[in-house]
């Protein structure tokens, strides 16, 4: 979904017509200037949903947003309704801008051939525009703060076009730079706890080898004793038993006495 061309379209050339009107120039003037003032507005409102105050003053602000003047903006930017309309936009700057909104006056009236002077009342006049479709788009969507955060973020790659300045300025250049080192810092933690973990693993070794070898060496031990009083070249050596009344004695064989007999 792009909101940048949905913006445009909304905006026919009867609504053109009254913002050349208002800023006191010629309709393809001011043509050009809402195609430039468009991604900027939008890429201020990206910004702001990078952040979860921001996302969240923004959602809040539609709800007093009235996205019925979509139906005819033509009155809505003309006669009495238009001072109206740059007011609560003017009042809605910060909020898409941040504090720091004067700073993309300058950019824009160059770019847009308006000058500084004009783009508070161009930018007045857009921003309900935008903040109207979004807020259409909430209702009929029925998205959450989620939602429309994401949403937002979305529109990033229909702004590729954005002059470097005024991404800047709006704050795409640094919403954008701030993703590589946010995942710069994450491989770098996790890099010092696999550094962490290795000490840990080879302190687990060397414990394993402080027990085993010795353990090994004593049944060495246990086997060659085994082998030196049971076994004697190769042969098992009878037990020996201690002489007693009930002992068993074998006498010598003699004629009709089997071998090992006992005699009394």
């Known amino acids: 979904m792009d909101i940048n061309e949905m913006v445009k379209s909304a905006i026919n050339s009867q609504a053109t017509g009254h913002i050349a009107t208002a800023l006191g120039t010629d309709a393809q003037t001011a043509s050009k200037a809402v195609s430039t003032a468009l991604p900027t507005i ?22 007093k947003v009235d996205s019925g003047m979509l139906n005819d903006l033509g009155s809505a930017l003309s006669g009495g309704k238009l001072q109206s309309v740059i007011e609560s936009g003017t009042k809605l700057l910060p909020t898409v801008f941040g504090s720091n909104y004067s700073a993309v006056f300058g950019s824009l009236g160059k770019l847009s051939g308006l000058g500084s002077g004009k783009i508070g009342p161009l930018l007045g ?4 525009i935008v903040m109207g479709v979004l807020a259409k788009i909430k209702n009929t969507s029925g998205l959450d703060l989620a939602g429309f955060s994401q949403l ?10 954005l002059d470097s300045g005024l991404a800047d300025q709006s704050g795409l250049g640094n919403l954008s730079g701030a993703v590589q080192p946010a995942m710069t810092s994450a491989g770098k933690s996790l890099s010092k706890v696999a550094e962490a973990s290795r000490p840990v693993a080879s302190a687990g070794r060397m414990s ?13 031990a246990a086997l060659a004793l085994y082998l030196f009083v ?12 201690p ?20 005699f009394k």
């Open 125 to 128: 006049m857009l921003v309900p």
């Open 243 to 262: 002489a007693s009344d009930t002992a068993p004695t074998a006498g010598p064989s003699g004629p009709g006495k089997a071998p090992g007999q006992v």
């Open 152 to 161: 937002l973020i979305d529109q990033k790659k229909h702004l590729a076009g």
């Open 230 to 241: 049971f076994t004697r070249d190769g042969e098992v050596v009878p037990a020996k038993y």
């Open 208 to 220: 394993i080898s402080a027990w085993l070898i010795p353990l090994l060496a004593l049944a060495a």
């Open 42 to 63: 939008i890429g201020g409102l990206v910004k702001q949903a990078s952040s979860p105050s921001g996302a969240s003053n923004l959602y809040g602000a539609l709800d």
